[in-house]
């Protein structure tokens, strides 16, 4: 069974880096038809994609957040990563990771929240 985790702080100050890791299990960050993405959800708002890493390693992010996203991998624990920078309390959200394919997000993490606020 695939399962995703994320990790990392729940409370990051304005102007801070917020970083945080989603472990998959269950699975390879390598298996090719599958991707691996970032999706947030502010409160009371939708869901946004911030951005993915494919299977060979390249990334793919959404224009709104591209200047201050990074998205990596560390294949030999299968975890991927996310970095973003000069936060603002616009950032509070709930941040998901989840595995997508050809057809969508097919499994997704428990999601945690993120709070921006000094």
């Known amino acids: 069974q695939v399962q995703l985790q994320e990790s990392g702080p729940g409370l990051v100050k304005p102007s801070q880096t917020l970083s945080h890791t989603c472990t998959v299990s269950?699975?390879?960050?390598?298996?090719?038809?599958?991707?691996w993405n970032w999706i947030r959800q502010p409160p009371g708002k939708g869901l946004e994609w911030m951005g993915a890493?494919?299977?060979?390693?390249?990334?793919y992010y959404n224009p709104s957040f591209s200047s201050r996203t990074s998205i990596s991998r560390d294949t030999s624990k299968d975890q991927f990563s996310l970095q973003l920078t000069s936060t603002t309390p616009e950032d509070t959200a709930v941040y998901y990771c989840?595995?997508?394919?050809?057809?969508?997000?097919?499994?997704w993490g428990k999601g945690t929240l993120v709070t921006v606020s000094p």
């Open positions: 269950g699975s390879s960050i390598t298996i090719s038809k599958f991707n």
């Open positions: 890493i494919a299977h060979d390693g390249k990334t």
């Open positions: 989840a595995r997508g394919n050809n057809l969508g997000f097919d499994i």
